[in-house]
């Protein structure tokens, strides 16, 4: 049985891998620790705690004495770190928790393990590890900035971010790097392009666009719409980053990303156009509208889900202008390739959105709305 520290799991990607990896692995216990703020919900992995393989810890990954306390009780073998401030938009308005949690948390977590997993030192002087040993770094492909219209970023291209967000997790592997060289710590970091799926906070684009579609408020596209992400299903980062902490070599650094580049404006009107379908499929869904109006027919008209929702608002400050990831590494050394193509997963998402209406009306409190006010209200 190996015992993983995962931080940050009741968030997006962190409760898609927990789920993820106590399915897969029967012989793996997961401590999730998470301090639960704006971003993490408890309620998205409550049927995956069961006190036997899985234990929840509300807390920060900043604060040394309960990780210190934590790795004496559970003695890790392995920790992912998920835990971070992830919104560019919010890391524009308040760059300083960016810096303290995802720099300064990553090194506390990073140094905690190093005192627990040494056991020793080799004759250049070296520290060595308790066998088994991993640190994993959940990083992301806006490490590497921004592209022109063509090329791809490999794990070679040097690293060169913008935002106070993608700024903090360069920085947070860097330090990871630097354990690595210095320590010759057991580290891996992966570096993925934009997630989608299940349990997105509904700050961020998909989600976002879903949510107000529903409640009937435009769309809010930024600039021209023209800015490309390249997305990849939740469920095939997770399988990455298995692989890697699994199978992947100390001190390795992956790719993850599966060509699939959109412009902005383009996913916004696949969203459209798949809420509408599904509307028109399963006229049930249309309940779920906050502003319903009957139609000559007598059914909730849906004719207004179409392009002219959308409203092209003031650009990002600083916004990336293209993401494409090179996946060559992780495919030929680890033969990972991802298993859901954009088109099934995005009608997934979007019917998994519908389907769970409750969970986004559980996160998207008084809290977001006051967000939701401040960031989109004079734009
Ligand atoms: P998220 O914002 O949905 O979740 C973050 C989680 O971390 C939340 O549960 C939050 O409560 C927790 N957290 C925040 N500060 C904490 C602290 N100080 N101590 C403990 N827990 C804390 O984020 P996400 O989208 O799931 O991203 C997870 C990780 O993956 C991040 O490191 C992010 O940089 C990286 N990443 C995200 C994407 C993406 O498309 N979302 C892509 C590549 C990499
Ligand atoms: O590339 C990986 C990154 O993807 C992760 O590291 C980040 O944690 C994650 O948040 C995501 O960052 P983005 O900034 O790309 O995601 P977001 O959903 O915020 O925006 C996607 C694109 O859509 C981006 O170009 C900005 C644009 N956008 C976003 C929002 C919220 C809009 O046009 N309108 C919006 O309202």
Same mark, same amino acid.
């Given at each position: 049985?190996?015992?993983?520290?995962?931080?940050?799991?009741?968030?997006?990607?962190?409760?898609?891998?927990?789920?993820?990896?106590?399915?897969?692995?029967?012989?793996?216990?997961?401590?999730?620790?998470?301090?639960?703020?704006?971003?993490?919900?408890?309620?998205?992995?409550?049927?995956?705690?069961?006190? *036997?393989?899985?234990?929840?810890?509300?807390?920060?990954?900043?604060?040394?004495?309960?990780?210190?306390?934590?790795?004496?009780?559970?003695?890790?073998?392995?920790? #992912?770190?998920?835990?971070?401030?992830?919104?560019?938009?919010?890391?524009? !308005?308040?760059?300083?928790?960016? /810096?303290?949690?995802?720099? /300064?948390?990553?090194?506390?977590?990073?140094?905690?393990?190093?005192?627990?997993?040494?056991?020793?030192?080799?004759?250049?002087?070296?520290?060595?590890?308790?066998?088994?040993?991993?640190?994993?770094?959940?990083?992301?492909?806006?490490?590497?900035?921004?592209?022109?219209?063509?090329?791809?970023?490999?794990?070679?291209?040097?690293?060169?971010?913008?935002?106070?967000?993608?700024? @903090?997790?360069?920085?947070?592997?860097?330090?990871?790097?630097?354990?690595? *060289?210095?320590?010759?710590?057991?580290? @891996?970091?992966?570096?993925?392009? +934009?997630?989608?799926?299940?349990?997105?906070?509904?700050?961020?684009?998909?989600?976002?666009?879903?949510? +107000?579609?529903?409640? @009937?408020?435009?769309?809010?596209?930024?600039?021209?719409?023209? +800015?490309?992400?390249?997305?990849?299903? #939740?469920? !095939?980062?997770?399988?990455?980053?298995?692989?890697?902490?699994?199978?992947?070599?100390?001190?390795?650094?992956?790719?993850?990303?599966?060509?699939?580049?959109?412009?902005?404006?383009?996913?916004?009107?696949?969203?459209?156009?798949?809420?509408?379908?599904?509307?028109?499929?399963?006229?049930?869904?249309?309940?779920?509208?906050?502003?319903?109006?009957?139609?000559?027919?007598?059914?909730?008209?849906?004719?207004?889900? +179409?392009?002219?929702?959308?409203?092209?608002?003031? *650009?990002?400050?600083?916004?990336?202008?293209?993401?494409?990831?090179?996946?060559?590494?992780?495919?030929?050394? /680890?033969?990972?390739?991802?298993?859901?193509?954009?088109?099934?997963?995005?009608?997934?998402?979007?019917?998994?959105?519908?389907?769970?209406?409750?969970?986004?009306?559980?996160?998207?409190?008084?809290?977001?709305? /006051?967000?939701?006010?401040?960031?989109?209200?004079?734009?």
């Amino acid at each position: 049985m190996k015992t993983y520290l995962v931080t940050g799991a009741a968030g997006f990607i962190g409760a898609n891998y927990l789920k993820y990896i106590l399915a897969r692995h029967s012989d793996v216990r997961v401590v999730v620790l998470d301090l639960l703020t704006y971003a993490g919900y408890l309620g998205t992995i409550a049927s995956d705690i069961d006190n *036997d393989r899985c234990f929840f810890v509300k807390g920060d990954i900043c604060d040394r004495g309960l990780i210190d306390s934590l790795f004496a009780e559970y003695r890790f073998d392995v920790v #992912v770190n998920f835990a971070a401030e992830s919104h560019v938009d919010r890391s524009i !308005d308040n760059p300083q928790l960016f /810096l303290q949690t995802n720099i /300064l948390g990553t090194q506390c977590l990073l140094d905690a393990a190093r005192t627990a997993w040494v056991m020793g030192r080799d004759e250049q002087g070296y520290p060595t590890w308790r066998a088994g040993v991993r640190f994993h770094q959940v990083s992301t492909d806006e490490v590497y900035g921004s592209l022109g219209p063509t090329g791809y970023f490999t794990e070679q291209t040097p690293l060169c971010p913008h935002s106070p967000y993608s700024a @903090s997790k360069t920085s947070a592997d860097h330090i990871v790097c630097a354990y690595r *060289d210095t320590y010759h710590m057991p580290v @891996s970091i992966t570096r993925c392009s +934009n997630n989608y799926g299940p349990y997105q906070f509904p700050e961020k684009l998909i989600p976002l666009v879903i949510n +107000n579609i529903l409640e @009937s408020k435009k769309l809010p596209v930024y600039g021209k719409g023209e +800015n490309v992400r390249d997305w990849l299903y #939740v469920d !095939d980062h997770c399988k990455a980053i298995d692989m890697v902490v699994t199978q992947g070599a100390p001190g390795c650094i992956y790719n993850v990303g599966g060509h699939n580049e959109r412009q902005n404006i383009t996913i916004v009107k696949i969203i459209i156009d798949t809420v509408r379908q599904l509307m028109t499929d399963e006229p049930a869904y249309r309940s779920l509208l906050k502003k319903p109006v009957k139609g000559a027919d007598g059914q909730t008209d849906i004719s207004w889900i +179409n392009y002219d929702l959308i409203t092209f608002v003031k *650009d990002r400050l600083g916004h990336d202008q293209r993401y494409g990831i090179d996946p060559t590494k992780i495919g030929e050394e /680890l033969g990972w390739q991802p298993d859901t193509p954009f088109e099934v997963g995005i009608v997934k998402t979007v019917r998994w959105y519908l389907d769970h209406h409750d969970w986004v009306e559980a996160v998207s409190g008084s809290d977001y709305q /006051l967000y939701y006010e401040k960031m989109y209200g004079g734009r």
